[in-house]
C-alpha cells in the first residue's frame, strides 16, 4: 500500500483512546511519524508501536501549554518537522442549564476549548517558522447544532468550531490550514459511557442518522487523513461534518411509512 503521509509528523491529543487512537493508527499506516499525547498511560498505544518504529507516546494534560510545548519540542528534534495537529481530547457532559453546576460547566469549556486553544498555541511557533501545517479539531455535530440537555458540551464544540475558523483566518497566508471536523454519534469508549445506559435515546440517536447506524473511530480518521493530506490543499476554515446524515434535518417516519427501509 503507498504511503500519503510519509516524511510527515503528526501530534495528536486524546491518542490513547477513541477517534485520536485511530487517526494514530491511520496516519501510521499512511508513513507519518506519529506522536501521541494523552491523559491516559499508553496501554492501547502499543497497536500504533506495531504499524510503525516512528512513534512516540507522551502521557500529559492539553491544560498543560508547556506540558505540550516540550513534547512537540521533543518531536521536532527527534523527526524534523511538525506538520499535522489533530485535538482530540475531549470529555462528553451533560444537563440543562439549571442543572449544571458552575464547576462542571467550567471543567467542559476548560477541556474542550481551552485545552484546544492550548494545542493550537504549542503547535504554531512550529507552522509559523516552517510556513506550512494542517489543524485539525475534533469539534462535534453538536457544535453545528445543538441537541437537547447538551448545553456545556455543546457550547464549547460550537467555540471549537469557531476558533477554528479564526486560526484558518490568521494563519492562511503562512500556509497553514484549519479544519474542524464534526463528528455525528461514534462508537468509542465515550459513545458507550453514555450511551449504553440509555438504551431508548440510544435507539432514537441512531435513527437520526440517516444512515440507519453509528459512525466507527476508523470512519472519522479517513477525514481526519483527507484533511491533513496534500489532497486538502484548498480545503481550509471549514467546519466539515462526519455524522452519517445526522445534520441534515429531523426524522419524521416517512421513510419508514414508505418502506425506504
Ligand atoms: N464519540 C462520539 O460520538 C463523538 C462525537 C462527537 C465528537 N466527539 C469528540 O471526539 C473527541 C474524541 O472523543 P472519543 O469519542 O474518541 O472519546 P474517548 O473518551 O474514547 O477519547 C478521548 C481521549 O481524550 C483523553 N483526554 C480527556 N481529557 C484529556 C486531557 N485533559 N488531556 C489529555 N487527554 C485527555 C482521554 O484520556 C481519552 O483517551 C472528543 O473531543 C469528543 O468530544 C466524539
Do not use: K
Given at each position: 500500500m503507498p504511503q500519503h503521509l510519509n516524511s510527515k509528523v503528526a501530534f495528536i491529543s486524546?491518542?490513547?483512546?477513541?477517534i485520536g487512537l485511530a487517526c494514530a493508527q491511520r496516519f501510521a499506516r499512511e508513513g507519518a511519524a506519529v506522536v501521541g499525547f494523552d491523559l491516559?498511560?499508553?496501554?492501547?498505544w502499543s497497536g500504533v508501536e506495531q504499524l510503525t518504529k516512528k512513534c512516540t507516546f507522551v502521557e500529559g494534560d492539553v491544560m498543560d501549554l508547556a506540558g505540550q510545548q516540550a513534547a512537540i519540542e521533543a518531536a521536532v528534534a527527534q523527526f524534523?518537522?511538525?506538520?499535522i495537529l489533530v485535538t482530540s481530547a475531549g470529555i462528553g457532559d451533560a444537563g440543562p442549564v439549571h442543572m449544571v453546576e458552575p464547576d462542571a460547566w467550567q471543567r467542559v469549556i476548560d477541556i474542550n476549548l481551552t485545552g484546544t486553544f492550548l494545542s493550537i498555541k504549542a503547535a504554531l511557533p512550529q507552522m509559523m517558522a516552517q510556513r506550512s501545517g494542517s489543524i485539525i479539531t475534533v469539534a462535534s455535530v453538536e457544535g453545528q447544532i445543538a441537541s437537547e440537555g447538551g448545553s456545556s458540551y455543546n457550547a464549547s464544540k460550537a467555540a471549537v468550531i469557531n476558533l477554528t475558523k479564526n486560526v484558518a483566518m490568521d494563519y492562511g497566508q503562512m500556509g497553514i490550514r484549519a479544519n474542524a471536523l464534526c463528528p455525528g454519534f461514534i462508537e468509542t469508549p465515550m459513545f458507550h459511557s453514555v450511551m449504553d445506559h440509555m438504551p431508548d435515546m440510544k435507539e432514537s440517536v441512531r435513527k437520526e442518522h440517516k444512515l440507519g447506524r453509528f459512525g466507527k473511530p476508523e470512519e472519522m480518521a479517513g477525514i481526519v487523513y483527507f484533511l491533513a493530506s496534500?489532497?486538502?490543499?484548498?480545503?481550509?476554515?471549514q467546519a466539515i461534518a462526519g455524522d452519517?446524515?445526522?445534520?441534515c434535518g429531523p426524522s419524521h417516519g416517512i421513510v419508514e411509512l414508505m418502506g425506504l427501509t
Open positions: 486524546g491518542a490513547a483512546s477513541g491516559q498511560p499508553s496501554d492501547n524534523g518537522t511538525l506538520d496534500d489532497d486538502a490543499s484548498f480545503v481550509t476554515g452519517g446524515g445526522y445534520t
